[in-house]
């Protein structure tokens, strides 16, 4: 397993193909990484689906309110919802969005992200400064890369269980 320097701001996904172990950067953009803990810490990630996976750009996940398995899977609205806490206001950084970074996606209101995110495949500097950055993958991007790819996938990819490193 990973070097975990801070197991209070380290989360653990459990994929199909291994767990990916993402450093949560919470000097950097603390009510994103602290938004990740509540809703990993309440259960609320596990069972969502990767429902927008774009080769050589990224793999977005964490509707929990479309994407879950228990919820029903629908792919019409996989991407379109949130969570049940309020939007986030944005906090952009001087961070690029470099290959395992965790970036938090939204609508065209930078203020709007709410629970879902996405992991980088590649070097994707064309989104630094619009997107908040508030992660990044230290250990598992190799089960990241596997993740099955569509816009929505027919046969979804999983966060099986998301995990706050302290909680483990």
């Known amino acids: 397993m990973a070097d975990i320097k801070d197991p209070e701001n380290t989360i653990i996904i459990e994929l199909k193909d291994g767990p990916v172990v993402i450093e949560l950067l919470p000097d950097v953009a603390?009510?994103?990484?602290?938004?990740?803990?509540e809703l990993a810490r309440a259960?609320?990630?596990?069972?969502?689906?990767?429902?927008?996976?774009?080769?050589?750009?990224?793999?977005?996940t964490g509707d929990v309110q479309h994407a879950n398995m228990e919820n029903d899977w629908n792919p019409g609205r996989a991407g379109t919802g949130g969570s049940d806490l309020p939007d986030l206001p944005a906090e952009f950084s001087k961070l690029?969005?470099?290959?395992?970074?965790?970036?938090?996606?939204r609508s065209a209101n930078p203020n709007s992200?709410?629970?879902?995110?996405?992991i980088n495949f590649g070097d994707n500097h064309f989104l630094?400064?619009?997107?908040?950055?508030?992660?990044?993958?230290?250990?598992?991007?190799?089960?990241?890369?596997?993740?099955?790819?569509?816009?929505?996938?027919?046969?979804?990819?999983?966060?099986?269980?998301?995990?706050?490193?302290?909680?483990a």
């Open 30 to 37: 603390p009510k994103h990484s602290e938004r990740m803990k």
């Open 43 to 60: 259960g609320k990630y596990d069972n969502v689906a990767f429902h927008r996976v774009i080769d050589g750009f990224m793999a977005q």
């Open 96 to 105: 690029p969005h470099d290959r395992g970074t965790l970036g938090a996606a």
């Open 113 to 118: 992200a709410n629970s879902q995110f996405f």
């Open 128 to 167: 630094n400064g619009q997107y908040t950055v508030y992660g990044r993958v230290i250990e598992g991007m190799e089960h990241v890369d596997k993740i099955t790819r569509g816009e929505p996938p027919a046969q979804p990819d999983r966060m099986i269980s998301v995990k706050v490193a302290a909680d």
